[in-house]
């Protein structure tokens, strides 16, 4: 499918096609982007009409990818007509649109009508537009926050995949020693666990503490759109993580925090995953200076079935469910979550898991 105006013409790319990709591919390797089709849902490309390749663009669900233009283009309108043509089909689908680019490119998308969210120089920044945005996520806490006038105001976040005895133990550590604690869960379907069932069963092992309250964590908390990573050559896997992280860090300073007039910020420590290391790294760095404490939690140890001492931790509770091994790992779970995988709905998932290739 193509389109014409009276300088350039627009073309909608077969990302099935291994010809076109391939073409689209060698265009972006010379601008520094690493194309790859699994990771978009559209791509678009621009020509002059002499059909020489100006630039391209692409989309995954509701964050723009791949917008790039030759050098000898950019002082044209190829860039603005580009990201319109994608903008359009998106705002037919969307009330919320992401991009993540390079800080030296925010001005172009603010021109564009984009409003950056926060940036982590010198790698990343993440602007949005539409008719939902952050002011929309800080009305939603707005309507959610507790009004107290004595005690300190705390904050975690979870993801749960699935509810352990480790989640437990640290969200009722952190509600006995906080006034009101703020649980923020990811809200991203990535999960082998579905957000609705995690969330409803971190509601019903928690129902014991009235102080805690529980949030989405919307876009704007440990979220795919905080965390980019596909536009980066040549970047350090570690500098990657840590530029991900402060972007995190900083939204939450930004726009959460004075919402919710949070004090501190608990975590549990970290053993064996990097990206959430460099993730508690970057809270160290940036809470203190800004006033919020941060509450680093030795994570929960139990024994196995087999008498050996383990950190709970929700991986070796999908790995146990891989296989096929679970009935070893009961007592790292609460009833919540023990009753939830007897069940039909919880079958379905074990079966995935099982099923599955790769992480879970």
């Known amino acids: 499918m193509s389109f014409e105006n009276a300088e350039f013409r627009e073309e909608t790319l077969d990302i099935e096609n291994p010809y076109d990709v391939k ?57 603005s007509q580009i990201v319109t043509h994608l903008m359009d089909r998106l705002l037919q689908k969307h009330k919320h649109i992401f991009v993540y680019t390079l800080p030296r490119n925010t001005q172009v998308f603010e021109g564009l009508g984009f409003t950056e969210i926060a940036t982590a120089p010198p790698l990343f920044s993440v602007l949005e537009f539409g008719y939902e945005n952050i002011k929309t996520y800080q009305d939603y806490l707005r309507s959610k926050k507790m009004d107290v006038s004595t005690g300190p105001v705390s904050a975690l976040v ?7 005895n480790g989640h437990k133990y640290l969200i009722e550590k952190a509600a006995m020693e906080s006034r009101v604690l703020y649980l923020f869960v990811v809200e991203e379907d990535k999960s082998s666990f579905p957000f609705s069932v995690r969330w409803n069963l971190i509601e019903e092992g928690t129902k014991h503490l009235p102080n805690v309250v529980m ?146």
């Open 23 to 79: 073409f689209v591919s060698e265009f972006l390797a010379k601008l520094d982007f690493d194309y790859d089709p699994r990771l978009v849902d559209y791509t678009m490309v621009l020509y002059t009409l002499n059909n020489e390749i100006i630039g391209t663009g692409s989309y995954q669900n509701h964050i723009l990818k791949y917008v790039a233009v030759a050098k000898k283009y950019r002082a044209t309108a190829a860039f």
């Open 215 to 360: 949030l989405r964590g919307g876009h704007y908390v440990v979220s795919g759109i905080i965390f980019p990573s596909y536009f980066i050559k040549d970047q350090p896997q570690s500098q990657i993580s840590q530029k991900q992280a402060e972007l995190d860090i900083r939204t939450f300073i930004r726009y959460i925090t004075p919402v919710l007039g949070i004090e501190k910020r608990y975590v549990g420590t970290e053993n064996y995953c990097k990206t959430t290391a460099a993730y508690n790294d970057a809270m160290k760095t940036f809470l203190p200076p800004v006033g919020i404490e941060l509450i680093e939690v030795p994570r929960l140890q139990l024994s196995n079935a087999a008498d050996e001492e383990q950190i709970v931790s929700a991986s070796i509770i999908r790995q146990a469910i891989k296989n096929n091994e679970l009935d070893q790992y009961l007592q790292f779970l609460p009833e919540c979550t023990k009753s939830f995988l007897l069940s039909e709905e919880g079958m379905a998932v074990r079966r995935k898991i099982e099923e599955s290739e790769g992480r879970h």
């Open 158 to 164: 979870v993801n749960c995949n699935p509810f352990t």
